[in-house]
T-cell receptor, first 117, second 113 residues
Framework: EAGVTQSPTHLIKTRGQQATLRCSPISGHTSVYWYQQALGLGLQFLLW???????NRGNFPPRFSGRQFPNYSSELNVNALELEDSALYLC????????????????FGPGTRLTVL | GENVEQHPSTLSVQEGDSAVIKCTYSDSASNYFPWYKQELGKRPQLIIDIRSNVGEKKDQRIAVTLNKTAKHFSLHITETQPEDSAVYFC????????????FGTGTRLLVSP
């Protein structure tokens, strides 16, 4: 079974440009999550999509946005790039929320390293 | 508020020793606590997780304990090996029915041969 895949592996942009990152979840998973991992720091939650809708977002400005397609793949868009947006962006996927336990195991992709010059 | 504290930030042990990493969380409704291992340049990999209806879970050399009253959970690695060297992240779910995970800041574990 294929794992979570992300593209591109690396992305270099300049300040003010827009970046688009892509993620394909594990087959059968309907939830996709985006995290930002700045150098030397932990994982910061960005966005959660399920069944095509944004379910939750972290404490990031509106220039971070995304969408989920009917095949459950997802895009993360970052507009008006700033130097501090340079980071590893990780996508994870999981099954849908089940029963009363809420959270299902999240499996991560390899990440896209975004560098803003 | 949403917060997971993780200690220590770095941990150096000799091969064969045990390693313990501790995390505390602030949301009393958290009910899912996964641990991820991230090797240099690689994706985080789930190594063990625990839900709030149990106090301990073991998988070979790895165990996790949960104290809901004190709102802390710990990762225990016994008989450490050089390949255990990595950054370990704890996380806690935010509320019931929420898929959002709040991560700790990570522990860099170095196992020396």
């Amino acid at each position: 079974e294929a794992g979570v895949t992300q593209s591109p592996t690396h992305l270099i942009k300049t300040r003010g440009q827009q970046a688009t990152l892509r993620c394909s979840p594990i087959s059968g998973h309907t939830s996709v999550y985006w995290y930002q991992q700045a150098l030397g720091l932990g994982l910061q939650f960005l966005l959660w999509y399920d069944e095509g809708e944004e379910r939750n977002r972290g404490n990031f400005p509106p220039r971070f946005s995304g969408r989920q397609f009917p095949n459950y793949s997802s895009e993360l868009n970052v507009n008006a790039l700033e130097l501090e947006d340079s980071a590893l962006y990780l996508c994870a996927s999981s099954l849908a929320v089940t029963g009363g336990w809420g959270t299902d195991t999240q499996y991560f992709g390899p990440g896209t390293r975004l560098t803003v010059l | 508020g949403e917060n997971v504290e993780q200690h220590p930030s770095t941990l150096s042990v000799q091969e064969g020793d045990s390693a313990v990493i501790k995390c505390t969380y602030s949301d009393s409704a958290s009910n899912y606590f996964p641990w991820y291992k991230q090797e240099l340049g690689k994706r985080p990999q789930l190594i063990i997780d625990i839900r709030s209806n149990v106090g301990e879970k073991k998988d070979q050399r790895i165990a996790v304990t949960l104290n809901k009253t004190a709102k802390h959970f710990s990762l225990h690695i016994t008989e450490t090996q050089p390949e255990d060297s990595a950054v370990y992240f704890c996380a806690a779910s935010l509320g019931t029915g929420f898929q959002k995970l709040v991560f700790g800041t990570g522990t860099r574990l170095l196992v020396s041969p």
